[in-house]
């Protein structure tokens, strides 16, 4: 029974595999609802038959496998830089783990039970950690793959910058609330007018007898207003338009506030 785990393991092949084969080995803790995140750790590319070479070797991972999703499930356990190694999710390190290990509280088994989703998860949080001390900047997806609210194109980049203002070592990011907290401080980005049609002799001259004001780069859950005063009136505005009237050369103000209030 271990040589056909050694054997699905540097094969990356688990379909022969049963929880009775585990069991023959003498490894405990598999069961029906975690054989498939089991055999997928097996078969990723950093698990091979050496990492599996005994038993015990093969009870670390199972035993590892079964810490990351026990903090699932809005569980708080936590796992370990070494354990998420043992199933073959590299890269990771004491700070990246620790924000894993909080972003897998808000997930599911099932969300988690494949090395696959686990890797590209442990990768934006390793990139959170580097982008802490200086390296390269996160993208969108990243952040919003780790349950991060209130960011968006509009104010990325205020992020960005943010993030690589904290601690080099991670320690101001290291975790769901410290890395939010940071986020929903950042202010909302400016608002970006166009007009509906530009009917003028060019269509860049802002000449127009189209009053349709055309408002973009609000943030999802933001409000908006518009004024055409110079700010001593501020109107609600709704969609993404708004319509002013009359002839003349026109001055046009929005500003939005975010859900947390900025």
Same mark, same amino acid.
């Given at each position: 029974?271990?040589?056909?785990?050694?054997?699905?393991?540097?094969?990356?092949?688990?379909?022969?595999?049963?929880?009775?084969?585990? *069991?023959?080995?003498?490894? #405990?803790?598999?069961?029906?609802?975690? @054989?498939?995140?089991? %055999?997928? =750790?097996?078969? $990723? /590319? !950093?698990?091979?038959?050496?990492?599996?070479?005994?038993?015990?070797?093969?009870?670390?991972?199972?035993?590892?496998?079964?810490?990351?999703?026990?903090?699932?499930?809005?569980?708080?356990?936590?796992?370990?830089?070494?354990?998420?190694?043992?199933?073959?999710?590299?890269?990771?390190?004491?700070?990246?783990?620790?924000?894993?290990?909080?972003?897998?509280?808000?997930?599911? *088994?099932?969300?988690?039970? #494949?090395?696959?989703?686990?890797?590209? @998860?442990?990768?934006? %949080?390793? =990139?959170?950690? $580097? /982008? !802490?001390?200086?390296?390269?900047?996160?993208?969108?997806?990243?952040?919003?793959?780790?349950?991060?609210?209130?960011?968006?194109?509009?104010?990325?980049?205020?992020?960005?910058?943010?993030?690589?203002?904290?601690?080099?070592?991670?320690?101001?990011?290291?975790?769901?609330?410290?890395?939010?907290?940071?986020?929903?401080?950042?202010?909302?980005?400016?608002?970006?007018?166009?007009?509906?049609?530009?009917?003028?002799?060019?269509?860049?001259?802002?000449?127009?007898?189209?009053?349709?004001?055309?408002? $973009?780069?609000?943030?999802?859950?933001?409000?908006?207003?518009?004024?055409?005063?110079?700010?001593?009136?501020?109107?609600?505005?709704?969609?993404?338009?708004?319509?002013?009237?009359?002839?003349?050369?026109?001055?046009?103000?929005?500003?939005?506030?975010?859900?947390?209030?900025?």
């Amino acid at each position: 029974a271990l040589a056909a785990i050694q054997n699905a393991a540097k094969d990356n092949s688990t379909d022969s595999l049963s929880l009775q084969t585990f *069991k023959d080995a003498g490894v #405990t803790g598999v069961n029906g609802s975690n @054989l498939s995140a089991i %055999a997928s =750790a097996l078969n $990723s /590319a !950093a698990v091979t038959d050496t990492q599996v070479g005994s038993t015990a070797l093969v009870q670390g991972v199972v035993d590892a496998y079964s810490a990351i999703l026990a903090g699932t499930g809005g569980n708080n356990a936590k796992a370990t830089a070494a354990q998420y190694g043992l199933v073959g999710v590299t890269g990771m390190g004491t700070a990246s783990a620790s924000l894993l290990d909080d972003v897998l509280v808000s997930k599911t *088994k099932s969300d988690v039970d #494949t090395v696959t989703v686990l890797q590209k @998860l442990a990768d934006a %949080a390793n =990139a959170v950690i $580097s /982008a !802490a001390a200086g390296g390269a900047s996160l993208t969108l997806e990243q952040l919003t793959s780790l349950g991060i609210k209130d960011v968006n194109f509009s104010n990325l980049a205020a992020v960005q910058t943010a993030i690589a203002g904290s601690d080099d070592s991670g320690s101001g990011v290291d975790t769901l609330a410290e890395l939010q907290a940071l986020v929903t401080a950042v202010p909302p980005g400016v608002p970006v007018l166009a007009l509906g049609t530009d009917t003028g002799s060019s269509r860049v001259d802002h000449v127009t007898k189209d009053g349709t004001i055309k408002v $973009s780069n609000i943030e999802e859950g933001a409000t908006w207003q518009y004024s055409t005063d110079g700010g001593k009136n501020w109107i609600k505005g709704s969609g993404t338009s708004f319509i002013i009237t009359g002839d003349g050369e026109k001055s046009v103000n929005v500003r939005q506030t975010d859900s947390s209030g900025k």
